[in-house]
Each structure stands twice: as C-alpha cells, then as structure tokens.
C-alpha cells in the first residue's frame, strides 16, 4: 500500500536533517504504527507522505500502490486515496458537523455522513446537524475529524497523534474504534504515535530514533527495541521491557 525508501527529509529553509534515510513499508488493510519519541521525526514522515509544503524528501522516494508519488500534489494524492487526519483537528465556525463532513466528499453524500459519524462512535441524528464549534469537547472533535476523513473513503489514512487531548475516548474505545474503521471501510492506518497503549492494537510497526529507522516489526519487538534506546530502565515504563528491573 504505501512504501518508503530511503527517504530524507530537510525542512525548506533549513540546513537540518530531521529525518534520514528512512524506509519502511505499510500493506494492504494493515495498522502500522509509526513510533518513536516527541522530536524523532513522525510527523515530518506523515508530512512528507502527504505531500505537505517544506517536506518535500532531499533524497529517497514514497511509492503509494505501486506508484511513485514522490513528486505529486497534496490534491494529486489526494485523489489516489491518501489522507491525513492532524494532531489537532482544524475549527469551524458557522457550519454544521454535517455540511463540514461533506466538504471533503465530492459528491456531497448525506449517507456517507451518517455512516462516517456512527463508525466513530457519533449519533448521526445528534451530530450531522450540530454546529462545529468551540461546544464541542477535544474527544467529539477528534471523532468528527476522524469521521471527514473516514467519509473520504482513503485506501490510506494518516492519523496523526489520534490520542493527543482526548477526554471522552480511553484507549479500548479507541482500539475498537479503528478496528470498525478498518472492518468496515478496508482502509490501511498509518498510526503516529509516542504512546504504547495507542500503538497496541498495530498489526506491524516502525521505530523512529533521531530520524532514522531504528526497527521495523511487530509491535512486541519494536517496544522491546524502543526501551533499548532509552537505556535506564526507569524511564522505561513498558510491559514489552525486556531489560532487568
């Protein structure tokens, strides 16, 4: 579905390699959690996927099913079925959930709302026509980004940091949440995350260190790598830990 090679990432207007030489490969249907500590380069790597100004690879390539995308727009990937859900989800004001939901849809389904807001776990009869404002809580605007993106209908979704300020999701429900995601829609995840309880559920994972790839592997293995790099077992606080207490 998605696949890195050897990409390095050097922000426009800067000298500084954030991220290096990186690669790493997401299937078809698959969880992927791409993890690592805050400063390790995730997001850069999601930027760049996306196609996101000032991300653009210095060196490397990003092949998206089978085709090199390394090149193309945010709308040109767009359009092949690659989509980002951010850290901190955008605001609206004057608008409906609903009509905020069909903007990203290009035919403006209204059943596609309904579905997309009840896989997140949201009323549609309560939610479509609630107005997207500061009444909502972090958690409910979290699932209404979440629910915009799932309405697209991505082969890919990028979830950025999905767990960051939630207070009315806890960790089960937000398992159980991407799992119905990928049941019902088939679409691939990539997970980004620094938090071993979002990353749990992942099917396969990735470790970004210092901007490089330090493990690729299932989740058990990367976790294990992961406490390694920290070193001191007291700043490690995994169930995955495989150094003496």
């Known amino acids: 579905m998605l696949r890195l090679k050897k990409v390095t990432i050097v922000p426009a207007n800067s000298s500084e390699v954030i991220v290096n030489d990186v690669?790493?490969?997401?299937?078809?249907?698959?969880?992927?959690?791409?993890?690592g500590p805050n400063g390790s380069g995730k997001s850069s790597v999601a930027y760049?996927?996306?196609g996101l100004s000032g991300y653009h690879p210095r060196q490397g390539h990003i092949y998206f099913r089978?085709?090199?995308?390394?090149?193309?727009s945010v709308t040109e990937r767009a359009r092949l079925g690659l989509t980002l859900a951010w850290q901190e989800p955008v605001r609206f004001e004057g608008i409906t959930i609903g009509e905020y939901i069909k903007a990203g849809i290009h035919d403006g389904d209204g059943q596609r709302v309904q579905e997309a807001l009840a896989l997140v776990g949201l009323a549609p009869d309560q939610y479509a026509t609630r107005k997207a404002d500061a009444s909502l809580s972090g958690g409910e605007r979290k699932r209404v980004e979440l629910a915009a993106v799932v309405a697209m209908r991505p082969w890919l979704m990028i979830l950025d940091e999905p767990d960051s300020g939630l207070d009315i999701i806890v960790y089960d429900e937000l398992h159980e949440m991407l799992a119905r995601i990928r049941r019902e829609t088939g679409t691939a995840i990539l997970l980004i995350t620094h938090r071993e309880e979002t990353g749990d559920m992942a099917d396969a994972a990735t470790l970004l260190w210092k901007g490089q790839v330090l493990k690729s592997g299932n989740f058990a293995e990367v976790m294990q790598a992961y406490c390694q790099a920290i070193g001191r077992r007291e700043r490690c606080?995994?169930?995955?830990?495989?150094?003496p207490s």
Not at 237 to 243: A, D, G, Q, T
Request: hydrophobic share 40%; with cysteine.
């Open 66 to 72: 089978d085709q090199d995308i390394t090149d193309l």
């Open 23 to 35: 690669s790493f490969t997401v299937r078809e249907r698959e969880i992927h959690a791409l993890v």
């Open 237 to 243: 606080r995994s169930k995955y830990c495989p150094m």
């Open 48 to 50: 760049a996927i996306m």
